[in-house]
């Protein structure tokens, strides 16, 4: 069964940082598109960074660019999210998830998922 376990969330202050990494088993990981998607309380899940599965190619959302960075490892299995300068507007429980054939970077585009990882940044 696949497995994505998504680990380094916390408590940070604005302005903080924080390192986000998702270990994937049980599929061939070069080969899927990986995302980092966030859920908010009260609000729908959203997509934030992605990478395809060369690495080559990286996606972000518009509120993310510049503060984010999405790498991955194939070595490892290990997809990572750099986050810097948090606001308290990125306070919410972050996803990775896989897709191989990543025709969209919509939620309800992709295949498998994590648990999630709570991210709160205090003011």
């Known amino acids: 069964q696949v497995q994505l376990d998504e680990s380094g969330g916390g408590l940070v202050q604005v302005g903080g940082s924080l390192r986000l990494s998702c270990a994937v088993s049980?599929?061939?990981?070069?080969?899927?598109?990986m995302g980092w998607f966030r859920q908010a309380p009260g609000k729908e899940r959203e997509f934030v960074a992605g990478i395809r599965g060369s690495g080559g190619s990286t996606y972000y959302a518009d509120s993310v660019k510049g503060r984010f960075i999405i790498s991955r490892d194939n070595a490892k299995n290990t997809v990572y999210l750099q986050m810097q300068s948090l606001k308290p507007e990125d306070t919410a429980v972050y996803y990775c998830?896989?897709?191989?054939?990543?025709?969209?970077?919509?939620?309800?585009?992709?295949?498998?998922w994590g648990k999630g990882t709570l991210v709160s940044v205090s003011s």
């Open positions: 998830a896989a897709d191989r054939r990543l025709t969209s970077w919509r939620p309800d585009a992709m295949n498998y």
């Open positions: 049980r599929l061939t990981f070069s080969s899927y598109g």
